[in-house]
């Protein structure tokens, strides 16, 4: 059952408070088998909507022979699963980063985003919850964020 992949993407309405009453790291070492089981079933390739906050971005080349970056974006969501990390990463793929650069390259630590996207990793105590983005957009709203620390390890 640990293999099982949802092939179709499908629009879901999970909140991110439901996510981390199934997915949350409480969930992954209270039971990671459980825990997977029940992600593969509800939330991988599936679609979600959700709001954070934009923490930091970490830009990735693709490859050596690939000009494309990507941008890794860091989200602080409500509730947080941490004081010091953010709870999860948004890929932003060079297609959508090139049509957005302005908007993307303009957020700042704090500014509000509202994101269309699509489950891709489950996190643990060691990688980072992540999504796929479809649309990224501002919200207009600001939270005061706190510093980030960012495990390299724990990116996509």
Partial sequence: PLTHHNLESNRISASWSDYLVDCGGEKIIENSVHTKILWNDRYENNIV???GYYAEVKQRQRGVFWPDVELNIL???EPSESTV???LVLTVDSTNYQANKK???GLKKGDGIK???TVEGL???FKMHHLHAIDVTPTGTF???NDILV???ALP
């Fill in 115 to 117: 994101f269309e996207a």
């Fill in 123 to 125: 996190g643990s105590e």
């Fill in 75 to 77: 989200v602080k969501m």
């Fill in 143 to 145: 939270k005061q964020l």
């Fill in 49 to 51: 909507n959700w709001q």
């Fill in 151 to 153: 495990r390299e390890s």
């Fill in 85 to 87: 990390f953010a709870d």
């Fill in 103 to 105: 908007m993307l390259d």
